[in-house]
């Protein structure tokens, strides 16, 4: 490791690579000839921008990363490519099964990844353990990896038979054969991982296959005896049952991760969410909070009732009990296929040797009686139909569909831990890897070392914060990521001009004493904050079951009668659950009217406290044009130099949850306008569904940087080109590590081509950030984190753990509240700008205080935060009255035609935001 520099203050300066505040050596005193993690030549290429230094800003302090270093393996490792498939044929029955009706077809079909692991290990184990000897390692899909070359020949393939037991134990077609046919595709020299690691290799396929071969070294054992989640396997040592037929277990997820100058294996602990093991129609109860059998009947579900059963259900496997050919039960594998309400008794098939027959009175012949023939049946892979009462569902299944939303909560509190609570899990969980008693770790050669990762961290000096001229206190610094707003009063406060109150609650939940003592709460908080605010025009109560347009247009209308010009404001008092009336809400004031609406909840308003309404008043300030705060310019004077004006743009996509074919995606860019970086704007649009790239970035763009010029212009007076901005960063949330050269191919040409349209030639810096990792921080001591016990607000680690060669770091920029906190990372992939390391962290610490909703720092930086905000809130631009289930809970499932079809629907009926709206924070 470099030696550490003495000085623990650190610098407060924001330079540019070559300018002001810059870091130009490896930091901590490491002589530049030897910088370990700095690209050390020319010949190294990357993906985003090579390290051009290390941050040396904040003062040091000892943490625990939840990594583990590893050794990389000596030997040449031999990568095949295989996939088993099913043996020439595979047979699928009809609807007449019971008939024994067969239709035998060629089978192109993937199988599942746990049917591969039993497939390789049959054929390691029982079929040619002498070819497989030591034993290789496989991912469930086609990569193995193996030790020694395998003897395949000179053409080095080879073809291998292997017969499972997945029928019945008396089927007559005996157990299902599948055929794989492994051949060999590379050789991989780790040394690749030893130079690259050191600076010295470019991130190359070579490296990713390496990468790739570790990962499945590791995962190898407990894929093998676990239920498992692509990086993460589960087990029920620690599990929970949150009813609805849910059950909670505690997983591991493990990942191989090249450091500087190490490499290591992130060990996280996470939650996976199973089908509760036991009777099918047991966990149907559960599922429907019914009490009795006989309440699953057709007859007593609604036909919503059953699509959330027949959703909830559909993939599930299940074990069948049935009689076999000599009259004893047989317990059959089988996978639920869509599950069929028509009772056992009427439901009817085709006999081989003529007439019809019930299921009901199929089972009874087979001396198995229903007792419940007036249920349904589950319809499995085979087509065969088969009673709700014969279906056991076993143990260790995923759930991979969406949590229910009333479930949420339960999963929340399961994998909330603190920090020390969490290493502590992670610790254990090393117990149950196992590495140094795995045979294929050992095998490969690599050595795992038992105690997490301490490294030297940096705590960032947070960024003065500038309130109204009129304030008591109008600077402050923040600690620990928190302020208050005692004594200040807002950097520029709005003007309610007329107003009205909407209340959609019952006059005996909230009567009108509540609703007076809710303006006089709210007036007061806007007032203290500087915000000029009278009494309401008006306020009626609402009918939440009518037509909520039309009723809201009502009340503006006797606004105008009483003051003569229209509200600007509706603050709408919401009942519980509420979220029908919240849309329709939104889509009025922010899509149709043009006028702000500020929604609170019955609940959260009856005696509420000053605080709340305080925090109400942060909202209201921006939604009618104000600005909060900004940064002080002595802290962030490289961003408000007045030669270089800076866009800071924060761009989001969101994407349908799984099952919902057909619902489209959505993507947001926000940016701000002023000189301060504190007041945004934003955009959004409907795109082609679960596409991650922006596809009208540049009509986006040319929308914010045209905003931005108009407010320059205009609003600060100034004239001409110098209104222009000569710097964009570009802040792109929601991407992958493999998606970074999409961005650059596609994103920044978009962005590029905007600029040219609007004839400016700003410098762009792009920088992704990431928040789905498993990278977590933990102080070593009390002392040295916060009331949480998570690692402080700002504290920041670029090196050890970061990227071996290109521009990255992780930052914790929020204080921690429940469990352990995320740091984000950022990875610049782009840079005309030539930002030091010291100037992008503090940077980015210092956009995280900008957010206008709270008085607290937040986890990404503020624009980032907006542009998630604005994504989730797409659905408020289609009309409320329509029917848009944008979750697909209203649907199973979509051929391509049907699913393009609706797409094309959701774009056609997507609405633009209200020019009125464009030049505000509505999204506050």
Not at 79 to 100: I, M, Q, W
Not at 655 to 667: C, E, I, K, N, W
Not at 672 to 689: E, F, G, L, P, W
């Amino acid at each position: 490791m470099p030696p550490r520099a003495q000085n623990r203050g650190g610098p407060r300066g924001y330079g540019t690579r070559g300018g002001r505040g810059g870091a130009q050596s490896g930091g901590r005193g490491t002589p530049a000839s030897i910088q370990i993690g700095l690209p050390s030549g020319s010949h190294v290429t990357t993906i985003g921008v090579k390290r051009p230094s290390f941050g040396t800003g904040g003062r040091e302090i000892p943490i625990y990363v939840n990594s583990f270093t590893t050794t990389i393996p000596d030997a040449v490792i031999h990568h095949y490519d295989g996939k088993p498939y099913h043996a020439v044929f595979h047979e699928r029955r009809l609807l007449t099964s019971f008939s024994n009706t067969v239709v035998i077809m060629p089978s192109e079909k993937t199988l599942p990844a746990r049917l591969n692991m039993d497939i390789i290990a049959a054929l390691q184990t029982r079929i040619a353990p002498e070819v497989f000897t030591p034993r290789a390692v496989y991912d469930g899909r086609k990569n193995m990896f193996a030790v020694r070359e395998l003897p395949f020949g000179p053409e080095g393939t080879q073809e291998f038979e292997v017969a499972l037991e997945t029928r019945a134990a008396d089927s007559p077609r005996g157990p299902k054969t599948y055929k794989i046919r492994l051949t060999k595709v590379a050789e991989i020299n780790p040394e690749v991982l030893s130079r690259f690691i050191r600076g010295d290799q470019s991130h190359d396929n070579s490296v990713l296959t390496a990468i790739t071969a570790l990962n499945v070294v590791i995962r190898m054992e407990p894929t093998m005896n676990y239920p498992f989640n692509v990086r993460s396997f589960f087990t029920n040592r620690e599990a929970k049952d949150i009813g609805g037929g849910i059950q909670l277990w505690r997983g591991y997820f493990q990942s191989v991760r090249p450091g500087i100058g190490q490499m290591f294996i992130n060990i996280d602990i996470s939650t996976a969410t199973m089908y509760k093991p036991g009777p099918l129609l047991n966990v149907m109860l559960e599922a429907t909070g019914k009490t009795h059998p006989s309440d699953l009947a057709k007859s007593r579900l609604s036909e919503r009732e059953f699509l959330k059963i027949q959703r909830f259900f559909s993939g599930v496997r299940i074990v069948t009990t049935q009689r076999g050919a000599a009259g004893q039960l047989v317990k059959t594998p089988r996978v639920v296929k869509r599950m069929n309400s028509t009772p056992a008794q009427e439901f009817r098939f085709e006999l081989r040797e003529g007439g019809q027959l019930s299921v009901a009175d199929y089972f009874r012949k087979q001396n198995q009686p229903l007792r419940f023939p007036e249920l349904g049946c589950v319809e499995v892979g085979s087509g065969a139909m088969i009673p709700f009462e014969l279906c056991f569902i076993p143990a260790g299944q995923i759930m991979r569909k969406q949590v229910p939303p009333e479930k949420t909560k339960d999963v929340l509190e399961f994998a909330t831990k603190r920090p020390q609570d969490r290493l502590a899990s992670i610790r254990r969980g090393l117990e149950v890897l196992a590495y140094g008693q795995s045979e294929y770790v050992r095998q490969f050669g690599m050595n795992v070392s038992p105690t997490p990762l301490v490294i030297h961290a940096r705590v960032l000096r947070p960024p003065v914060l500038k309130y109204g001229a009129q304030s008591k206190q109008p600077t402050i610094e923040p600690k620990n990521g928190s302020w208050n707003m005692i004594d200040k009063q807002f950097y520029r406060s709005t003007t309610v001009k007329s107003w009205a109150v909407a209340v959609f609650e019952t006059k005996s939940r909230f009567p009108p004493p509540a609703v007076n003592e809710m303006i006089s709460g709210l007036k007061s908080a806007c007032q203290a904050a500087g915000i000029r605010m009278g009494d309401p025009s008006k306020y009626e109560y609402l009918n939440g079951q009518a037509n909520i347009r039309d009723q809201l247009k009502q009340l503006g209308h006797q606004c105008i009668r009483a003051n003569g010009s229209p509200p600007t404001l509706f603050v709408v008092i919401l009942p519980e659950n509420g979220n029908d009336i919240y849309t329709a809400v939104k889509h009025f004031g922010d899509v149709e009217m043009g006028i702000s609406t500020q929604c609170m909840k019955s609940g959260k308003c009856s005696r509420a406290k000053p605080q709340y309404y305080a925090n109400i008043s942060l909202k209201l300030n921006v939604k009618l044009g104000g600005i909060n705060t900004i940064p002080d310019p002595s802290s962030i004077s490289f961003l408000m130099d007045q030669a270089n004006p800076t866009v800071v743009m924060g761009a989001d996509v969101i994407h349908p949850s799984p099952g919902a074919d057909g619902r489209p995606s959505f993507t947001a860019l926000v940016g701000n306008v002023d000189s301060d970086v504190a007041k945004y704007v934003a955009d959004c649009r409907v795109q082609t569904s679960r596409q991650e790239m922006i596809s009208d970035l540049e009509v986006m763009s040319k929308q914010i940087l045209s905003l931005y010029i108009g407010y320059r212009s205009q609003v600060e007076g100034k004239p001409g080109a110098s209104a222009n901005p000569k710097r964009i960063i570009f802040y792109r949330d929601g991407v992958s590590e493999g998606q970074f050269k999409q961005v650059l191919e596609q994103e920044l040409p978009l962005l590029k081509k905007a600029c040219a349209d609007l004839r400016i030639d700003p410098k762009i810096t792009i920088i992704v950030v990431g928040k789905r990792h498993h990278v977590r921080f933990f102080p070593q001591n009390d002392q040295s984190g916060d009331k949480s016990g998570n690692c402080p607000a700002g504290t920041v680690v670029d090196r050890e753990i970061a990227h071996p060669t290109e521009f990255d770091f992780y930052l914790q920029s929020h204080g921690g509240l429940l469990g352990t906190s995320r740091p984000a990372h950022y990875s610049v992939l782009y840079d005309e700008n030539g930002f030091s390391a010291d100037a992008l962290q503090n940077l980015s610490f210092t956009l995280c205080h900008v957010y206008a909703r709270s008085t607290r720092s937040v986890s990404i930086p503020a624009p980032v935060y907006y542009a998630d905000i604005v994504c989730s809130r797409a659905k408020n631009h289609y009309d409320p009255t329509g029917d848009w289930d944008l979750t697909g809970s209203d649907v199973m499932s979509m051929d391509g035609s049907t699913a393009t079809s609706s797409l094309d629907k959701f774009q056609q009926a997507f609405k633009p935001l209200h020019p009125s709206m464009k030049h505000l924070m509505y999204f506050s």
